[in-house]
C-alpha cells in the first residue's frame, strides 16, 4: 500500500515570512495526484492545492506552491508571505490515478504563525 | 453549492452500544469515502462508496460498516463501541477523479 510520510509534527513561522512543509511518499505506481489539505482549528478540511504525477510544472495557487520532486518522491508545500490565518493541521495525500478514489494521507504538520 | 454534511454534529455513547452517523454529499457526487482522525494518527481510511457500491476498504474490524443510497447519501455503523473507537469522523465527496471535499466531522465520544 502507499504511505504517505510528514516528518514535521510541528512547525512555525513569522507573520509574512515563508515556511516549507515536507511530504514524502512510497508508491510503485507513475500515474498519481498528490494533494495538500488544509484542516484550520474549526476543523472543515479544505484543499489547499494540487499536483498531477504527470506535470512537471510545479502547482501554485497565489501564496501557496509545491515542489514536486517525482524522481525522489517528495512533494513539499511553500507557504510565501503567511498569514494568521494559515495556522492550521496541514496534510499532505496521495490518490493513485488507476485504483479508484482512495486517498492516502499522512499524519499532519501542525503549523503556527506568530504574529 | 450546499457542502458536504454530516450529522449528528456530536454524539457521546457508552461502550457496548452501537452508533449511526449519516453524509449527505455534494450534489452531483457519488463518490463517498469516510475517515477516522484521531491525534498523532492522521486520517485512517474507511471506506469508499460509489454508486452505492463498496469499492475500496481500509484496515478496520468489521464493527465499522457502511453503506451509500441511491441519492448517494452514506451511513456508517459501528457496532460494538469500544473507547478507542473515539474519534472525528470524517465523510468527503467527489466526482470520480476529483479532489475530495470533506464535511465537518462527528465527533464521537465512548465512555
Known amino acids: 500500500a502507499q504511505t504517505v510520510t510528514q516528518s514535521q509534527p510541528e512547525m512555525s513561522v513569522q507573520e509574512a515570512e515563508t515556511v516549507t512543509l515536507s511530504c514524502t511518499y512510497d508508491?510503485?505506481?507513475?500515474?498519481?495526484?498528490l494533494f495538500w489539505y488544509k484542516q484550520p482549528p474549526s476543523r472543515q478540511m479544505i484543499l489547499v492545492i494540487r499536483?498531477?504525477?504527470?506535470?512537471?510544472q510545479n502547482a501554485t495557487e497565489n501564496r501557496f506552491s509545491v515542489n514536486f520532486q517525482k524522481a525522489a518522491k517528495s512533494f513539499s508545500l511553500k507557504i510565501s508571505d503567511s498569514q494568521l490565518g494559515d495556522a492550521a493541521m496541514y496534510f499532505c495525500?496521495?490518490?493513485?490515478?488507476?485504483?479508484?478514489?482512495?486517498?492516502?494521507f499522512g499524519t499532519g504538520t501542525s503549523l503556527t504563525v506568530i504574529p | 453549492k450546499a457542502g458536504v454534511t454530516q450529522t449528528p454534529r456530536y454524539l457521546i455513547k457508552t461502550r457496548g452500544q452501537q452508533v449511526t452517523l449519516s453524509c449527505s454529499p455534494i450534489s452531483g457526487h457519488r463518490s463517498v469515502s469516510w475517515y477516522q482522525q484521531t491525534p498523532g494518527q492522521g486520517l485512517q481510511f474507511l471506506f469508499e462508496y460509489f454508486s452505492e457500491t463498496q469499492r475500496n476498504k481500509g484496515n478496520f474490524p468489521g464493527r465499522f460498516s457502511g453503506r451509500q443510497f441511491s441519492n448517494s447519501r452514506s451511513e456508517m455503523n459501528v457496532s460494538t463501541l469500544e473507547l478507542g473507537d473515539s474519534a472525528l469522523y470524517l465523510c468527503a465527496s467527489s466526482l470520480l477523479g476529483g479532489e475530495q471535499f470533506f464535511g465537518p466531522g462527528t465527533r464521537l465520544t465512548v465512555l
Open positions: 495525500a496521495y490518490r493513485s490515478a488507476n485504483t479508484g478514489n482512495q486517498f492516502y
Open positions: 499536483q498531477e504525477a504527470y506535470k512537471q
Open positions: 508508491t510503485s505506481e507513475s500515474d498519481y495526484y
